[in-house]
């Protein structure tokens, strides 16, 4: 198995020319603590000296999965979502667990929910979903040289696992029929990558 990555980009507060705009946490507290999401609220500094509340949802971490097979189809998920009710098209994706490499989290979410394994992965980089609301970051990555195996999805997790053209999920996306950001911001990494670095017998 090969790996290939890119940096991640510096953060915002990273720039010294954006020091007026960063607010300062002066106290925290937990609201709610779930399994896996906690909501806190935090007083916070702003630029002007002002006191204010944030609350926000702290987030283990994702990475999502843009898994090409060796005819440029793109391995895809239909699963209910229960906060909406309703049944989306997703790439696969899982959380990271405590202490997880991100790869090996792509790795295994992969094989697990879709049966699926890859030779060659490629961070394409990272998503920032509900920047509002939420911490979490998703890790991008391009999977390539697949092989298929049995999957090993947990008791609680139901989906149809299926493969699509490539320009067909792009199509989906533009039509509104994929809705999810994650699929959506890591589909668009995904064509950018590929028309730099083609993949043999496929194009998009």
Known sequence: MTQQGNSSPASASDHPGDQHLIE??????????GKMLTVRYDEARLPNGTISGREYVTHPGAVVVVALTEDGGVVLERQFRYPLKQVFIELPAGKIDHG??????????????????????????????????????????????????EHARDIDEAMDVFVWPFANVMQAIENGDITDSKTMGAMLLAERYLRQHPVSGFSV
């Open 24 to 33: 300062t946490t002066v106290s925290s507290e937990i609201l709610a603590q």
């Open 100 to 149: 997880e490499a991100v790869l090996h989290t792509g790795q295994r979410e992969l094989l697990e929910e879709t049966g699926y394994s890859g030779n060659t992965w490629v961070k394409l980089g990272i998503q920032h979903p509900c920047i509002g609301y939420s911490n979490e970051v998703i890790h991008i990555y391009l999977a390539t040289g697949l092989t298929l195996g």
